[in-house]
């Protein structure tokens, strides 16, 4: 089973609210990601996630905060975002043999489409 | 100059065609290759991937990788409409903390 579930698919919010996207895979990997991709260009990575710990963050604002609470679960909140910040977000696992490194084959969920009013 | 190049199209064949899929690198060091194919207003499916140079074939789908020349290919036989999709390829390194680098995607259109 490669299979990575994200929740809500849709979600509509304005720029005072507060919202969380989940993620949740069940495949073992323990390395985990948040991708954002706007139409027409490729994923554009925001955070990974190794052994539960952040790894990597690619300069994101502040508005958005990434957590794990486990191994198979990632969280991304969102707080005051801006219209700009509407785009499909994107969760992605992989198997991390080694707690510097993720394995380079990474599983995608379906995505949750965001819009920012 | 873009570490990975790839031709957006859109490429439109007719069913049963074979279809040629491209990418270009600059990056000596990438050793671990993958095409991702994405429908629309869904994630990214992982398709086929390879590690450093070779062929690598899946049902209809082969991978090719010709690292002397810093070139990567996606060839489908007896293309599908339901292949159509946006493809994109992939790709990184050992040391880069395995960041996957992309390219931009190419739109296939299969016409029945």
């Known amino acids: 089973d490669t299979e990575v579930t994200q929740t809500p698919k849709h979600l509509v919010m304005g720029m005072t609210n507060k919202k969380s996207l989940k993620c949740e895979q069940h495949m073992g990997h323990r390395a985990m990601y948040w991708y954002k991709q706007k139409a027409k260009k490729p994923p554009e990575l925001m955070f990974v996630y190794s052994y539960e710990k952040l790894s990597i963050n690619e300069s994101v604002p502040s508005r958005f905060s990434p957590e794990c609470p486990n191994s198979s679960l990632l969280n991304l909140h969102l707080h005051a975002l801006q219209p700009e910040d509407s785009a499909l977000y994107l969760c992605?696992?992989?198997?991390?043999?080694?707690?510097?490194?993720?394995?380079?084959?990474?599983?995608f969920g379906p995505g949750t489409r965001l819009l920012v009013l | 100059q873009k570490e990975v190049e790839q031709d957006p199209g859109p490429l439109s064949v007719p069913e049963g065609a074979i279809v040629s899929l491209n990418c270009t690198y600059s990056?000596?060091?990438?050793?671990?290759f993958m095409w991702y194919r994405q429908y629309s207003r869904k994630g990214p499916e992982l398709l086929m991937y390879?590690?450093s140079s070779g062929n690598k074939e899946d049902g209809r789908f082969t991978a090719q990788v010709d690292k002397s020349s810093k070139y990567i290919s996606l060839f489908i036989r007896d293309s599908q409409p339901s292949d159509s999709a946006t493809y994109l390829c992939a790709m990184t390194n050992a040391g880069n903390n395995r960041k996957l680098i992309w390219g931009l995607g190419t739109s296939l259109a299969v016409n029945p």
């Open positions: 990056n000596s060091a990438f050793q671990y």
């Open positions: 390879t590690y």
């Open positions: 992605a696992s992989s198997q991390a043999e080694n707690p510097r490194e993720a394995q380079e084959t990474q599983y």
